[in-house]
């Protein structure tokens, strides 16, 4: 399979490869979605003036794979299978995926543009506009594509819009894709700032105002996730790729993703989302190698494995 320690490596240490960036995102992002799930939008309940005869149960927190980590597999699988993916091709492995069931947790958005794209309609219309398209996932499968260097905005832009026909959508799955490329050359490298580099190169939209709120603050991801975490890409595409950011500021990769879920909200979109930029920046010697051990009993994990497996050629 592939190898990984329980430590971080600082970028002077070791020149890590796209082949490993490429596999350690898939697999950052594939952690952060289990561990995530587990959490997902599940209220913080303050029991400190409340009495009970016996305490509250906690509820069972189980790991499972997600849309997150499905609809990025299809991806990886329209890639891999074919080396221009167009939105058409895209559009027939998401509806491969959910005539398999291998979807869980769809968001409104994607289900309609899916059961649409079944029914036999254009991926051009299909999937939501308007404010309520205005969601992660177009962000939350874009990152395969982040190692494709031949892909223009307006490809990416009509990639998103198979799902959501949204300007915010698509710049929260754009700002994916910069900060990936900026750990892949090495424009990032942990030490600097990662919002300083994405901002310049984002339009004038709410997700970018986002950015600069969060840029002009000294906090911690705590503090950041006051602004909200929700399903919401203004909300949460920011908050995730700052989380991100911090991988090589005072958070490891454990404590990162630890932050992100107590943080509370779209936990398994946001931590997925942060895991796979964070997972391009540290390579797999950077993922604690328990983490990938919880995620060997999950339903598709062999599948998931197979997948990044043949993934590394795709970069070679």
């Not at 409104?108 to 649409?116: C, G, N, P, V």
């Not at 990639?159 to 900060?179: F, K, M, P, Q």
Request: hydrophobic residues 45%; proline residues 3%; negative net charge.
């Amino acid at each position: 399979m592939f190898a990984a320690n329980d430590h971080q490596l600082n970028a002077e240490e070791k020149n890590i490869s796209i082949e490993d960036r490429l596999v350690a995102c898939l697999i950052g992002g594939a952690i952060g979605d289990a561990w995530g799930s587990a959490f997902e939008n599940q209220p913080k309940v303050d029991n400190r003036k409340t009495f009970y005869w016996a305490p509250p149960k906690e509820p069972i927190r189980e790991w499972a794979f997600t849309d997150d980590t499905q609809l990025t597999m299809a991806t990886c699988e329209a890639l891999l299978e074919n080396k221009m993916v167009s939105p058409e091709i895209l559009a027939r492995y998401f509806v491969k995926y959910y005539r398999q069931r291998r979807l869980s947790g769809l968001g409104a958005s994607t289900l309609k543009a899916i059961r649409e794209l079944e029914a036999g309609v254009h991926w051009s219309q299909v999937g939501r506009s308007g404010e309520y398209a205005a969601g992660n996932g177009a962000a939350m499968r874009i990152a395969p594509f982040a190692f494709q260097t031949n892909l223009s905005r307006e490809d990416l832009r009509q990639l998103c819009r198979i799902t959501h026909r949204n300007e915010e959508a698509y710049v929260g799955a754009l700002a994916v894709v910069l900060a990936i490329r900026a750990a892949i050359a090495g424009t990032w490298d942990g030490s600097n700032n990662l919002l300083e580099i994405i901002i310049p190169q984002l339009p004038d939209t709410l997700v970018r105002d986002r950015f600069i709120t969060i840029n002009e603050r000294n906090a911690s991801i705590a503090d950041i996730a006051t602004l909200g975490t929700d399903g919401y890409v203004v909300n949460a595409i920011p908050f995730a790729i700052f989380a991100a950011s911090r991988v090589k500021g005072g958070e490891d990769m454990y404590g990162m993703f630890q932050s992100v879920i107590e943080a509370g909200g779209d936990t398994d979109t946001n931590a997925s989302i942060a895991g796979q930029i964070a997972g391009a920046l540290v390579g797999m010697e950077g993922i604690p190698v328990d983490l990938i051990e919880k995620m060997t009993d999950l339903d598709d994990f062999d599948r998931l494995i197979e997948i990044v497996d043949r993934m590394r050629n795709y970069v070679s």
